[in-house]
């Protein structure tokens, strides 16, 4: 059966209102502060991505219009050594249709530090606060591991410190710890029913966790343009529910049996083609051990790659793949209990100058994701894509419309389903 998820979630309908990169903020601004705002109205024709299966079955209809309110303020800061930026972006999207309560609220907020002790070493600090429903501002990388909306006020923060250190003129060393925090609300008090008392399978069962990533990387400059590198990372997940994920024998399992180390060994290769042009793969492998013995200790390829390309003056694109095993929020498949997923992830994105007043970004993104635990299988595959037209009527003020596409198709039932979303507004930046 040909399985395909598709879902817009990076730069359509929410890309620029949600998007968590430091470029959309002050960060890319000359003066140190920068106040902004977006007003759209929009479509969207499956608000709650329920499954495709229970709306051909019910006849359901959950589409709406709406409108998009999203101020945003942001600051940068910098002197020869030290360069400081926070931002912070609400936003209001209110679904006339919809049942109550009829809003969505998010709140994004980021900080970046770096600062160079000198030539040869410095220090970079982030940190990314969310509280959201949708799944591209809750997981914005390009491993997706839950393809749903999750109603409430869901957080996700990140936050990481990398030392970077020039120990002679053609070797440096990157050492660095990555944290992610999730935590979702709909936890087994929400979902406890007649047919469910113990309220097994919510959202924190499956999905709230604590993600640790400890690495150091050496790479050696080889040629004037060509880097290679050695490196290993540690990663542990720590779930961080109580809530029941299944049932054994009719006891409670809670969602902490799934805790996991993962150790990674990699080689890479950071190539600058030219000016406008750099490229940069990394491949090795992942093992993976798990705590419970539900699971079966796992070793698998691990690869990453990008390609840059500024081909034009206000005109580029971007080229990623990455493969790795992520959490998932599937439980079990045929009764067999699952832990992660592997995924293999491919994505592209174009931004284009039409003109000097019109411009034009594209997107698209695939994963492919299996589910094994040594019995039943299953897999879905993903695609994200998008498309916006903007036109900058003054340095300040811009219209945008835009379009996505939503659809995830999965060998497990009641999984699948499709979205459409469509907006038009302006934005204005101060």
């Not at 606060?129 to 949708?134: G, L, N, R």
């Not at 060393?173 to 309220?199: E, H, M």
């Not at 993976?288 to 990008?306: F, R, V």
């Amino acid at each position: 059966m040909k399985r395909m998820i598709t879902t817009a979630g990076l730069a359509a309908l929410g890309a620029a209102t949600f998007g968590p990169s430091f470029a959309q903020d002050a960060m890319i601004n000359q003066k140190p502060w920068n106040i902004g705002a977006t007003l759209r109205g929009f479509y969207d024709d499956n608000y709650f991505t329920y499954p495709k299966q229970l709306r051909n079955a019910a006849g359901f209809d959950d589409d709406t219009f709406g409108f998009d309110v999203s101020p945003s303020v942001g600051l940068n800061l910098k002197n020869e050594q030290t360069t400081f930026g926070l931002s912070y972006l609400y936003d209001f999207r209110y679904y006339i249709d919809r049942p109550r309560p009829r809003d969505d609220q998010s709140h994004q907020a980021n900080a970046k530090l770096s600062h160079a002790f000198s030539e040869r070493f410095s220090i970079d600090v982030k940190e990314s606060f969310v509280v959201a429903q949708e799944p591209a501002v809750l997981d914005p990388s390009i491993s997706v591991t839950f393809p749903a909306r999750a109603e409430g006020d869901n957080i996700r923060n990140y936050g990481s410190i990398q030392l970077n250190a020039a120990v002679m003129d053609n070797f440096k060393v990157l050492v660095g710890y990555a944290n992610t925090f999730y935590d979702y609300q709909q936890n087994a008090r929400n979902v406890r029913s007649a047919a469910n008392p113990l309220g097994v399978g919510s959202w924190s069962s499956v999905l709230d966790r604590d993600e640790h990533l400890i690495y150091i990387d050496g790479a050696y400059q080889i040629l004037p343009q060509t880097q290679v590198s050695l490196g290993y990372q540690y990663g542990k997940i720590d779930y961080t529910s109580k809530d029941p994920i299944f049932l054994i024998g009719g006891v409670p399992v809670p969602g902490s049996i799934r805790d996991n180390d993962s150790h990674f060994v990699t080689v890479g290769v950071n190539q600058h083609i030219s000016p406008t042009m750099d490229a940069s793969a990394k491949v090795g492998i992942q093992y993976t051990q798990y705590e419970s013995p539900l699971y079966k200790d796992n070793t698998s390829p691990y690869a990453e790659g990008s390609f840059r390309w500024a081909y034009y003056e206000g005109s580029s694109m971007q080229l990623g793949v990455k493969h790795s095993r992520i959490a998932t929020d599937v439980r079990a498949v045929a009764g067999s209990p699952i832990a992660d997923q592997e995924a293999t992830s491919v994505y592209v994105s174009v931004n284009h100058a039409i003109t000097g007043k019109i411009t034009a970004a594209a997107m698209a993104q695939y994963q492919h994701s299996d589910y094994d635990n040594g019995g039943a299988s299953a897999a879905d595959e993903i695609l994200f894509g998008s498309v916006t037209l903007g036109y900058q009527f003054t340095p300040q003020i811009s219209a945008e419309v835009g379009y996505s596409y939503d659809r995830l198709d999965s060998d497990l039932a009641l999984r699948s389903y499709s979205r459409n979303r469509v907006f038009v507004g302006t934005r204005l930046n101060f």
